[in-house]
C-alpha cells in the first residue's frame, strides 16, 4: 500500500535560514510526487510536482525539491525562508493520472526574526 | 477561470443533524474527490467521482456518509445523524479530464474547505 512519511512534525527555522522538509514515501512503481502548502484556514496550494525527468524540480515560491528513488525520498528545499513561509507543508503521492492522493501527515513550519 | 469552490466554508451542526457539503469544480474539471482532514492530520481520501459516477469510495464510511456529483450542478458530500467524530475539514478537488491526454497535468486543485463543528 502506498505511504508517506513526514517524519518532522513541527520545524522552527529563523528568518533567511535554509530549509529542508523531509518526505519518504513508499509505493511499488515509480510514484508521482507532491509538495502541498496550506495556510492556517485555507485550502492546499501546489508548490511542485514531480512526475518523470529531472530528478531536481522548482516550485513557485523558490521551492524545490529533489526525487531520490534509492532513498524514496522527495524533500523540499528553499535556500533562504521568509516569515510568509510559515505554513503547514504537506507531501503526496499518487499513481499518476485521475486518482487519488495519499498524504504524509505534514509539517508545520515556524519562522522567527 | 474560477477555481474550487465550496461552500459553506463553515458549518455547525447538532449531533443527529444531517451535514451538506457542496463544491464546485474548476470549469472544464470532470473528476472530483472529496478529503477530510482531522486535526493534526494530514488529508485522507474519502471518495472519487465523475459526473454521475462513483469511482473510488474506498475511504468514506460505509455508514451515515454519501457522496454525488450530478450531470447538473456541484458535487455533494451528504453526512447524515452526525457525530462529534465527524468534526474536521473537509476538502474537495478536482481535476481536468484525460489526464495523460490533458498534458500530463495529474494535478488535483483544492478548494478552501468546509470546516465542520458537530456539537
Known amino acids: 500500500a502506498q505511504s508517506v512519511t513526514q517524519p518532522d512534525i513541527h520545524i522552527t527555522v529563523s528568518e533567511g535560514a535554509s530549509l529542508e522538509l523531509r518526505c519518504n514515501y513508499s509505493?511499488?512503481?515509480?510514484?508521482?510526487l507532491f509538495w502541498y502548502v496550506q495556510s492556517p484556514g485555507q485550502g492546499l496550494q501546489l508548490l511542485l510536482k514531480y512526475f518523470s525527468g529531472d530528478t531536481l524540480v522548482q516550485g513557485i515560491k523558490g521551492f524545490e525539491a529533489e526525487f531520490k528513488r534509492s532513498q524514496s525520498s522527495f524533500n523540499l528545499r528553499k535556500p533562504s525562508v521568509h516569515w510568509s513561509d510559515a505554513a503547514e507543508y504537506f507531501c503526496a503521492v499518487g499513481p499518476g493520472g485521475n486518482t487519488p492522493l495519499v498524504f504524509g501527515k505534514g509539517t508545520r513550519l515556524s519562522v522567527i526574526a | 477561470n474560477a477555481g474550487v469552490m465550496q461552500n459553506p466554508r463553515h458549518l455547525v451542526r447538532r449531533r443527529g443533524q444531517e451535514a451538506r457539503l457542496r463544491c464546485s469544480p474548476m470549469k472544464g474539471h470532470s473528476h472530483v474527490y472529496w478529503y477530510r482532514q482531522l486535526p493534526e492530520e494530514g488529508l485522507k481520501f474519502m471518495v472519487y467521482?465523475?459526473?454521475?459516477?462513483?469511482?473510488?469510495e474506498s475511504g468514506m464510511p460505509k455508514e451515515r456518509f454519501s457522496a454525488e456529483f450530478p450531470k447538473e450542478g456541484p458535487s455533494i458530500l451528504r453526512i447524515q445523524q452526525v457525530v462529534r467524530g465527524d468534526s474536521a475539514a473537509y476538502f474537495c478537488?478536482?481535476?481536468?479530464?484525460?489526464?495523460?491526454?490533458?498534458?500530463?497535468?495529474?494535478?488535483?486543485?483544492f478548494g478552501p474547505g468546509t470546516r465542520l463543528t458537530v456539537t
Open positions: 467521482l465523475q459526473k454521475e459516477n462513483i469511482i473510488d
Open positions: 478537488a478536482s481535476s481536468p479530464p484525460q489526464g495523460r491526454l490533458a498534458g500530463g497535468s495529474y494535478e488535483q486543485y
Open positions: 509505493y511499488g512503481a515509480t510514484p508521482y
